[in-house]
């Protein structure tokens, strides 16, 4: 059956979680495939670009994910923040309210244990950093399109703590290039990302929403 589409390509009734899910899917496997040296260079290229840009380099309190499982590794931006100065935080999960805490990171191997799904997360002596003083934040994600928006896990964690954030704050998100498709089936009140970011290019979409 045809997934029905509104002409700016957002999924329709309740076949949008078919439609998500079906993606997810897809991209996980496809991202799983990936030969660990391939994943190793892909990822070491995403940092670099990431870190090599403008407004990263400007920010002062970064919020960055962290890895999971097949994802690119994020291990050397974090490293980067905290070599050029800057507050980093990384997300904790409170589970009871299903929102993402800031929490900040000065040293990755006495901050950081595997909490909620087995994600590294800042342990509860991490200081909470204060969501208005966030000016760039790493998103993660399944799939992107061109346009900026994405899809996660289904968990909706980034997608309440986006409205949350300062208004100025850089949404970035980095991807293997395979994660990348055409378009991401979408709600009405998906939000999209700054730039997207790959081993071979960066697309930065506009206007934000």
Request: net charge neutral; charged share 25%.
């Amino acid at each position: 059956m045809t997934t029905p589409l509104l002409d700016s390509g957002t999924v329709v009734g309740a076949t949008l979680r078919e439609a998500k899910r079906a993606l997810r899917d897809r991209i996980v496997r496809e991202r799983d495939a990936l030969s660990a040296g391939d994943r190793l260079d892909a990822s070491a290229a995403i940092a670099a670009a990431i870190a090599a840009r403008a407004d990263f380099r400007a920010a002062g309190t970064v919020l960055l994910s962290l890895s999971f499982r097949s994802e690119w590794d994020t291990g050397p931006l974090l490293t980067a923040a905290l070599a050029t100065g800057k507050t980093l935080a990384a997300p904790r999960v409170h589970a009871e309210s299903r929102m993402l805490e800031a929490c900040r990171v000065a040293d990755p191997d006495l901050d950081l244990a595997p909490g909620f799904r087995g994600i590294l997360e800042p342990l509860p002596h991490c200081a909470p950093v204060a969501l208005a003083a966030i000016d760039w934040v790493l998103i993660p994600g399944v799939a992107f399109d061109p346009h900026g928006y994405r899809i996660g896990y289904g968990g909706g964690y980034y997608d309440r703590l986006l409205p949350l954030l300062g208004g100025d704050a850089r949404r970035i998100s980095g991807a293997f290039e395979l994660q990348v498709v055409d378009r991401v089936p979408t709600a009405p009140h998906d939000l999209t990302v700054d730039a997207i970011v790959t081993e071979r290019r960066t697309m930065e979409p506009q206007p934000r929403l």
